[in-house]
């Protein structure tokens, strides 16, 4: 994972994660650590599936593993002074829209009480890199297409309210105290070691690897951009070493694969990369999901521009990677 990690830049800094022990977090923990990074990591919840905890040697050279929760300030705040932290991932959060849906109120709390202790804290300590994570959801929706940077932050529903604010918070500390924060707005992240099988892609190979027709749940319209997970990895690493910089401090970047495809058309393309030909996907919604924006996709010139970052992985490849990644 991460192949284009700069292991020089990394070795022997004091990170901090939020979040590791989910679908991005363990994949971020186990690039820093194969790189000689001093890794802390904040979990909640034990999640014995997760692929941290199947990654005995990335785990067993964490710095330290912290149980609690983003809601406890003071925690917080003895995580970055006690172990000297100078860079910080925050991951951390409640990412399911249905969830979100159904229970805003311990969302907003996840998202964005947990997000200002999370700054409060390294603004304490005068953290030197921090990369904050926001979504293409912040943005709301808006009818030209692709989205960039410069796009309002409009979002009508839980999830997509709470990254926004997030995403206002992060700016907020880095423009007012001139912190070194870069906030990342990511496309759909997929891969090997996605748990929440509500999203289409895991769920779509989960559907297959057990020889069933896949479900698709909306009209199979809506139109979004996916990035595998190495190129999202290479994103957070790219954007945190390069925080400090002017033009790059306080800003938010886009990150996508510039390659939208409807969820019908991605469901069909899984199916023919996995070879199994004797599936079809099953389209059982009805118009617009509600709660959900159908045309959603990303412009990630700003970060190829400012950043060097640009996709490596193709949508068959990432999808081929996926899928070994479930059989296995």
């Known amino acids: 994972m991460a192949e284009g990690i700069n292991r020089k830049f990394w070795k022997d800094k004091r990170v901090f994660i939020t979040g590791a022990n989910g679908f991005l977090g363990s994949w971020l923990t186990k690039a820093l650590v194969s790189s000689g990074a001093r890794v802390v990591v904040l979990i909640r919840d034990w999640i014995p599936a997760s692929p941290l905890m199947n990654m005995k040697s990335v785990y067993n050279n964490l710095e330290a593993v912290v149980k609690g929760d983003l809601l406890d300030y003071q925690l917080i705040a003895r995580i970055f002074n006690e172990h000297n932290i100078d860079s910080c991932f925050h991951i951390g959060a409640q990412t ?5 849906n159904r229970s805003p109120i311990s969302t907003f709390e996840s998202n964005i009480s947990g997000t200002w202790n999370i700054l409060e804290a390294a603004r304490s300590i005068g953290i030197q890199r921090m990369v904050i994570a926001s979504s293409d959801k912040a ?3 808006h009818k030209n297409l692709p989205y960039n940077e410069d796009y309002s932050l409009s979002a009508l529903h839980p999830y997509d309210a709470s990254k926004a604010c997030t995403d206002i918070l992060a700016r907020t500390y880095a423009n007012t105290y001139d912190m070194p924060i870069v906030v990342t707005r990511c496309a759909n992240i997929y891969g090997g070691g996605d748990l929440n099988f509500s999203r289409i892609i895991p769920d779509t190979i989960r559907s297959i690897l057990q020889n069933k027709d896949p479900i698709i749940r909306s009209d199979g319209t809506p139109l979004r951009d996916y990035v ?5 990895v ?9 925080a400090d910089k002017k033009g790059i401090k306080g800003e938010a970047f886009n990150f996508g694969s510039n390659n939208p495809v409807k969820v019908l058309d991605l469901v069909k393309k899984i199916i023919a990369v996995s070879g199994n030909k004797s599936l079809k996907p ?11 924006i159908n045309n959603q996709y990303l412009s990630s010139v700003k970060a190829g521009k400012l950043l060097g970052w640009k996709p490596v992985y193709s949508l068959e490849d990432g999808i081929r990677e996926t899928i070994n990644w479930y059989k296995s």
């Not at 399911?96 to 979100?100: K, T």
């Not at 595998?228 to 999202?232: C, P, Q, T």
């Not at 099953?282 to 959900?292: D, F, H, N, Q």
Request: glycine content about 16%; overall charge neutral.
């Open 96 to 100: 399911i829209v249905g969830i979100a």
């Open 139 to 141: 943005y709301g929706e």
């Open 228 to 232: 595998y997970i190495d190129d999202a």
């Open 234 to 242: 290479n994103a957070y690493l790219i954007a945190a070493e390069k």
């Open 282 to 292: 099953v389209v059982k919604g009805k118009g617009k999901s509600k709660g959900e």
